[in-house]
């Protein structure tokens, strides 16, 4: 595969937060697609979503993140010892993460599971590769619907390394559209990537009630 392109500039969306869920204990949001989930290195990119939610709740803290061209459910942590509850979570596969993506070409299976171990593409970061020596990463998936040379899957990373779904996508021959690291071609010619954070199942660090958050797919 060609190198990817560079980026374009960053120039995230200007819309006000979609706050999906607020408590003492945490906040849910629905992040747009091209809107970093905290600053990269330098001042330009220093706009992200946990600055915004911070201007709103001073308090928060990070528990997991969205890469900058995924949109969809993400919460972060408004206590230290909320943090500490939803990083346990999330660490120990507790927090149930439901994405909806269009991908390249149309899957002939109905369901899979893709068991493939992904790590850093050293020369090309951040890209990532599927690699021997790489940290076990698995991926389950359900197509949705396949027609016009696509299909709409759902998928429920078991793991969350680095760029799982993408790069698994693109290891069974399907890579996600609109994707600028993984898609090639008329498949890379999307205005955004076509992947979307559509569920997120979380115990409440208070009380630990289980609660589902959702946002429909805007594609």
Request: glycine residues 8%; positive net charge; proline residues 10%.
């Amino acid at each position: 595969m060609d190198a990817p392109p560079a980026l374009a500039p960053y120039d995230p969306p200007r819309e006000p937060l979609r706050i999906l869920h607020d408590d003492h204990e945490i906040v849910v949001l629905d992040k747009p697609a091209g809107l970093l989930s905290v600053p990269g290195k330098g001042e330009h990119l220093a706009d992200c979503l946990l600055a915004r939610v911070r201007a709103v709740f001073p308090t928060a803290l990070l528990v997991h993140r969205l890469d900058r061209d995924t949109s969809g459910v993400i919460v972060f942590a408004l206590t230290p010892l909320a943090q500490r509850h939803l990083g346990w979570q999330f660490e120990e596969r507790r927090a149930r993460k439901v994405y909806v993506a269009r991908v390249r070409g149309e899957m002939a299976e109905r369901e899979g599971v893709v068991d493939l171990p992904i790590r850093v593409d050293w020369p090309n970061r951040p890209r990532q590769i599927v690699a021997p020596d790489g940290r076990p990463a698995v991926t389950r998936w359900k197509r949705l619907r396949a027609g016009q040379g696509e299909t709409r899957v759902r998928l429920f990373p078991e793991t969350g390394r680095s760029h799982q779904l993408r790069v698994h996508m693109l290891a069974i021959g399907h890579p996600i559209l609109g994707d600028p690291f993984y898609a090639e071609g008329a498949a890379r010619e999307f205005p955004r990537l076509m992947l979307h954070s559509e569920s997120l199942s979380i115990r409440h660090p208070d009380g630990g009630k289980t609660l589902r958050f959702a946002s429909p797919a805007p594609f």
